[in-house]
């Protein structure tokens, strides 16, 4: 406050046509005078750093305002919308009251709250959690949901200090100082069901239970404190019975609400009760929401939140196309996913799962936020993420691995490279679009951009945070370069981006990064300051050999690009499905790709088997005139001069791969006869997509492939393909993007994941 005494003068400029209507401009004044006072503790307190008492301070405030009405905020407020609609009320007067939304940070309130109250109606009462006291009741007051207050304090210890709005001590000593200082004839029912909840919040959880048991016993508790308190008790408690006791006398408290059935849902769920839990989480489907609104009320419950935490139980339940559903669904209604995070993780499901609720806590509309976890299927630990919507994946592909899956599993215009180690700012979901959208054409598709924001550490131009535009990844069809598999991903990511002049600078907004190298790990939710151990994760990650094979590969895309097969031109978005594959080829081998276009994925496969060190023989099958009825495929094959076997050529050579590769150009079905049956040990249908080219090409390689070996095809989203597919072979199985027949003694494994509607 001094610093803005300092940097302005007494009288503040109004800005040119603030709040004049047609007309008024002599109505208001064109400077606003700063008034100030000073509030004095009681001398039994002059040595407190903070006021003594803040129903006296505030009316201090009051008695020395000039205008109809008061409207107040505290420093850890911010006014996040509705200044116009406070103008309108206070001109317009009539009210004793206007009644505004107060947002509690990371708690998914919005408390109503007496905002702007009319001078002299009333007194402000209390020490601590202070309230108006009107002169006259009933109070007439008027709610408006335009006007929104966010409360954004100095949070309890345990809050990741990013999240802090400002820099001062937390509230909660100081309020337990001022509830302790008042006499047992002052702490009236509010002001001790206020002390259980600042000594729970202290951690001193004994304190916080004996006061619990004073205020349940108070006959004027209302039911919205006590429902409160039992889940406050139930949280604090170890034993799963007691905890399940605890709710249901939350919910006994008050039937009507949703929150206790949400609690016992989920508490069933942590501890392996599945069908309890689904149970629970119909029962609170079927509770509708209140006609008359309480202060706790949780409105997401009704809401996304409310869907999530019934899709969890389904999916705990083996349903998991049923909990697809129900996602999908709940996008819809709310516009569909603006954001995605796609949150890779290993051996941390704990940690995991507090950086989701974090993430969707912090978020601006979490409703729209698309969260997918991706982990492997070996790890053990992780499976208990099974709940949420995830995807599982072959071990050995580290973290980049997932992120690319999870990109090709999610839908949001915007991506986000999620850890278990990094803290948003608030709001970030509504910074990031506010800087990678165009104002001026807020209609049009978000373009290929990568957003550049601050890990809280570097100083350098490394982009440790990927975020970008589905458009941006659409470029290659993969975040990160596949080579990578954790370290030195970042530096490839960063010089691309560069490269191709796709960056929006934002290294103001600051997402930190919670890494043992900056000295304060911690994953979001863990106590600030008390470090994440450097787990096994974090040692394979960082280990020598990974900075060794990282800075290897990086060198190499960096010095020669060219020979990577990511240099040649087309659709290729199944290089996980290609990574199975080449795990399970030998020496010996013979595979074809029916359908080769340029070379993208062929080269791919080739070239992942060459630092394999596998002797496989790769058949390219095309016609290299494109496919009928396409235009684009019609105005490239014209530009290479009506084949594009040239340029295959070329391509494989400067890939360094010819050595591998050999051409057999014709007809996709027709050139089947030049392949021996029960010869391949993988064939790839990707030729053209429509029903009855798909089923020629599958009748005449079926035939071609091993009984121990992989048959598949692209294209599985595409209705046409799999009709053709189906009728053949009526047990194809499905990894989107690609259809097989694995045969039991192949032993290939794609991937698992959580359905997603087509």
């Not at 006259?136 to 990013?162: F, G, K, M, Y």
């Not at 100081?174 to 919040?201: Q, V, W």
């Not at 899709?311 to 996913?337: C, S, T, W």
């Not at 595979?591 to 994925?601: D, Q, T, Y």
Request: glycine content about 6%; charged content about 20%; overall charge negative.
């Amino acid at each position: 406050a001094q610093k803005l005494i300092e940097a302005r003068p007494p009288a503040l400029p109004l800005p040119a046509g603030e709040g004049r209507g047609e007309g008024e401009s002599q109505k208001i004044p064109k400077t606003i005078p700063l008034v100030l006072s000073e509030y004095k503790n009681a001398p039994a307190h002059s040595d407190w750093p903070h006021v003594d008492n803040f129903a006296a301070a505030r009316q201090q405030s009051f008695d020395l305002a000039t205008g109809d009405y008061c409207f107040w905020c505290d420093t850890d407020d911010i006014l996040l919308q509705g200044a116009e609609q406070i103008r309108e009320h206070a001109t317009r007067g009539g009210h004793a009251a206007f009644v505004f939304p107060y947002a509690i940070h990371g708690k998914g309130l919005a408390v109503p709250r007496e905002r702007m109250l009319l001078k002299g109606s009333g007194q402000w009462r209390s020490a601590v959690h202070e309230y108006f006291e009107f002169k006259v009741q009933p109070v007439q007051a008027i709610e408006d949901e335009r006007v929104i207050v966010q409360h954004l304090p100095a949070l309890h210890h345990s809050t990741p200090p990013s999240l802090h709005h400002s820099a001062r001590p937390s509230s909660n000593t100081r309020n337990l100082r001022i509830l302790r200082s008042l006499p047992d004839s002052e702490l009236t029912t509010g002001l001790l069901y206020h002390l259980h909840l600042e000594l729970a919040l202290a951690n001193d959880i004994p304190a916080s239970i004996d006061v619990a048991r004073r205020v349940l016993a108070r006959p004027d508790l209302g039911k919205p404190e006590k429902m409160e308190i039992f889940i406050n008790l139930a949280q604090v408690t170890e034993d799963p019975n007691a905890k399940q006791a605890l709710f249901h006398q939350a919910y006994a408290a008050d039937p009507r609400r949703r929150e206790p059935l949400l609690m016992l849902c989920n508490n069933a769920l942590n501890f392996d009760e599945p069908a309890i839990a689904l149970a629970f989480a119909r029962q609170m489907l079927a509770t509708p929401r209140p006609a008359m609104k309480e202060w706790n009320e949780r409105a997401a419950i009704y809401g996304w939140l409310g869907d999530d935490i019934y899709a969890q139980a389904l999916r705990a339940n083996g349903h998991n196309l049923d909990a697809e559903i129900v996602r999908q669904e709940r996008f819809q209604k709310e516009g569909g996913p603006r954001i995605a995070l796609v949150h890779a993780t290993r051996g941390r499901c704990v940690q995991a799962a507090l950086a989701r609720k974090v993430w969707l806590d912090t978020a601006a509309q979490p409703e729209r936020v698309e969260h997918l976890f991706i982990f492997d299927t070996d790890d053990q630990d992780s499976h208990g993420l099974r709940r949420f919507p995830h995807l599982e994946l072959p071990a050995g592909g580290g973290c980049v691995a997932a992120w690319n899956a999870g990109a090709a599993h999610t839908a949001a215009p915007v991506l986000v490279q999620m850890s278990d180690d990094w803290t948003p700012p608030q709001n970030w979901d509504q910074l990031i679009l506010d800087r990678l959208a165009d104002p001026s054409v807020p209609s049009v598709p978000l373009p290929a951009r990568v957003l550049a924001v601050s890990d809280g550490h570097r100083t350098d131009k490394l982009i440790c945070l990927a975020i970008a535009t589905r458009a941006y990844v659409l470029q290659d069809h993969y975040f990160f370069h596949p080579r990578f598999t954790g370290v030195y991903s970042d530096n490839h990511f960063t010089d691309v981006a560069y490269g191709r002049n796709q960056v929006i600078e934002a290294r103001d907004l600051v997402f930190t990064h919670n890494h043992p190298i900056f000295g304060n790990a911690g994953s979001a939710g863990t106590p600030a300051g008390e470090p994440l151990p450097v787990d096994d994760t974090y040692a394979r990650q960082n280990s020598a050999s990974a900075y060794l094979v990282g800075k290897f590969t990086y060198d190499e895309l960096s010095t020669h690009p060219e020979r990577d097969w990511s240099s040649v031109p087309g659709f290729f978005n199944f290089y996980i499905f290609y990574d199975a594959i080449a795990r399970r080829l030998t020496d010996g081998d013979t595979v074809a790709e029916v359908g080769v276009w340029m070379g993208r994925s062929i080269i791919y496969l080739a070239q992942l088997l060459k630092r394999q060190g596998k002797q496989v023989k790769l058949l390219a099958v095309d016609t290299f005139a494109g496919e009928l009825n396409q235009p684009v495929h019609e105005a490239a094959v014209a530009a290479h001069g009506g084949s594009l076997r040239a340029v295959f050529e070329a391509n494989v050579k400067r890939c360094g791969v010819a050595d591998m590769i050999e051409i057999i150009e014709g007809d996709s079905a027709a050139s089947s006869y030049r392949v021996p049956d029960a010869s391949l040990a993988f064939c790839f249908i990707d030729a053209a997509h429509d029903y009855d080219s798909v089923k020629r090409d599958v009748l005449a390689w079926q035939s071609k492939v091993k009984p121990t070996g992989v048959f598949a095809g692209h294209d599985a989203q595409h209705e046409p393909v799999m009709m053709a597919v189906r009728e053949i072979i009526p047990d194809v199985r499905v990894t989107l993007p690609c259809w097989m027949v694995v045969s039991p003694e192949s032993g290939t494994s794609v991937g698992r994941a959580s359905p997603r509607a087509a």
